[in-house]
């Protein structure tokens, strides 16, 4: 009986909460948790599960489609944090906690503001959001400031949000900025948004439109990732920090501008403007702009299964300093990489392809790279097996005297040469991956002042179609339908064509 009796009130439950209407309710600083939160002239305090959260707020119960609106301007403090949101959304039916731009304090809107004040959060959870095992759940259009750490706390437990168990999480526009580390800090502890190392790694889960820099951090940014164990970031800007997206799972890793990666303060955090982790499918890189990486490595790439594979095209690469370029290394497992028509300008004397040390069966296809090196196009060994079709290696010297540098608008885009130059590239229209366009790079995003801080505009490039057909143009740029002056082609140009 005890069973049967469980059972009915858990179908109950579940009927009731299917049942139940979505609600929109209005959170104010200035507000009141007495009030009933359903209007712009009777709002709460905090959002459920906030720190001080009492009366009526403290009752509710978000249910599926449910709106938490913030008023923009207002700024919740220190002592209201973390939000332990302890509630899902059903697929397709999110609950949401974000904005109403017609609804805000000030001449004009601005994000609402979480400020932890630069001392730590009290408490087990030096974060903003914990919410473990919590499903179909937008957290949008936020700015978070003020994050410290003074001691060593341990995994996940100081961050801007913990979500892992989670599945179909967005989270989307935020502005984080402003972090420090004071007092005994030895360790780096902050990593921003925390994923999951487990199956199903947070699947469906999106970073769209963040922007997260260290600007005015601790020593302009010797500490802090953006994220740990996350699938998915896209149309993002990554700045002044140690470490940029850590994947874990499978997912579009798609236009974003990540750029100075410096080494962190403690010396013992692997630095990596993008690195692959535990991954159980397939994974996504493209039309990144990737520069200024003075430490680390550009891109730390590898698989943990033999179903891992990693498609990388249309990135552009540069300024990599004392940095690795594209490291290539096991995981532990062998694993396949596709990699076509990436512009890499690596540190002088080295390939644009790394791998360092011994590494598993990986199967690995460069196609159509646009190498600018003295180093070589990779120094692939076995056991890795590496197929190179229509590679361009260029020294340069050679590709500043065309005129491309890293100042143009679009870094090393050679406007100025002739197609035939970097021509004829292989069609790689049949080995594409399922869904994404052929066109090339969009060149990440741009990072500009908006409402409430920063905020990340993309695409800053229009596009140019490849060709169903016929070659294609080597590297992150088409130059199709484009026209170009075309001088004497240059020396010192090796094609690799295998």
């Known amino acids: 009986m005890r069973k049967l009796g469980f059972f009915v009130i858990f179908v109950s439950f579940f009927l ?34 906030m720190q001080g959260c009492t009366g009526v707020c403290a009752s509710a119960s978000p249910n599926a489609g449910d709106r938490f609106i913030l008023k923009g301007g207002a700024t919740w403090p220190n002592s209201t944090f973390p939000i332990q949101w302890s509630w899902s959304g059903t697929n397709g039916n999110n609950i949401y906690i974000g904005v109403d731009q017609t609804w805000f304090t000030g001449g004009s809107w601005t994000r609402p503001i979480f400020d932890a004040g630069g001392t730590p959060i009290s408490g087990t959870y030096d974060m903003f959001i914990h919410a473990l095992s919590q499903s179909n759940v937008t957290w949008d259009n936020i700015e978070m400031k003020g994050l410290n750490w003074q001691k060593t706390y341990g995994y996940a437990s100081m961050a801007c949000g913990v979500f ?33 190392t487990n199956a199903p790694y947070m699947s469906g889960s999106l970073i769209d439109h963040m922007v997260f820099d260290g600007f005015d951090s601790t020593n302009g940014g010797d500490s802090g990732g953006a994220t740990y164990s996350w699938p998915q970031v896209t149309n993002s800007i990554i700045a002044n920090c140690t470490n940029g997206i850590l994947l874990t799972g499978h997912g579009d ?67 990599l300093d004392n940095a ?9 497992s062998s694993w396949t990489g596709y990699f076509f028509n990436n512009t890499i300008v690596p ?70 040469i002739a197609g035939s130059i970097l021509s004829p590239g292989t069609n790689a229209s049949s080995v594409w991956p399922s869904g994404f366009s052929t066109n090339d790079t969009s060149y990440a995003c741009t990072e500009t002042a908006g409402s409430g801080g920063k905020v990340s505009t993309c695409p800053s490039r229009t596009v140019n179609s490849r060709t169903s057909t016929g070659a294609w143009d080597v590297g992150a740029y088409s130059y ?19």
Request: net charge negative.
């Open 16 to 49: 009731f909460a299917g049942c139940a209407s979505a609600t929109t309710y209005y959170i104010d600083i200035a507000g009141n948790d007495a009030n009933s939160g359903t209007s712009k002239t009777t709002p709460w305090m905090h959002v459920p599960g």
């Open 164 to 196: 892992a168990g989670g599945t179909n999480v967005l989270l989307s526009n935020w502005y984080v900025h402003g972090w420090s580390h004071t007092g005994g800090a030895t360790t780096d502890e902050f990593d921003c948004v925390i994923g999951d």
């Open 253 to 319: 890793v798609g236009n974003n501008l990540i750029y100075n990666i410096n080494q962190d303060f403690d010396t013992t955090v692997h630095e990596n403007a993008i690195e692959s982790n535990e991954s159980d499918g397939t994974t996504y890189i493209h039309d990144n702009v990737i520069h200024n990486v003075n430490y680390g490595e550009a891109s730390f790439l590898g698989g943990n299964s033999p179903s891992q594979i990693i498609y990388s095209w249309n990135n552009v690469y540069y300024n």
């Open 324 to 332: 690795n370029p594209i490291h290539i290394e096991d995981r532990n």
């Open 347 to 416: 540190k002088a004397g080295l390939p644009c392809f790394l791998q360092v040390g011994s590494s598993a069966a990986a199967t690995i296809v460069l196609e159509n790279t646009n190498c600018i090196s003295s180093g070589g196009l990779d120094n692939f060994t076995s056991p890795i097996s590496a197929t190179r079709n229509t590679n361009l290696l260029q020294t340069l010297a050679v590709v500043l005297g065309l005129g491309g540098t890293s100042t143009e608008t679009y870094a090393y885009s050679l406007t100025s």
């Open 480 to 498: 199709s339908g484009t026209t170009v002056s075309k001088p004497a082609a240059p020396t010192g140009l090796t094609a690799i064509v295998n």
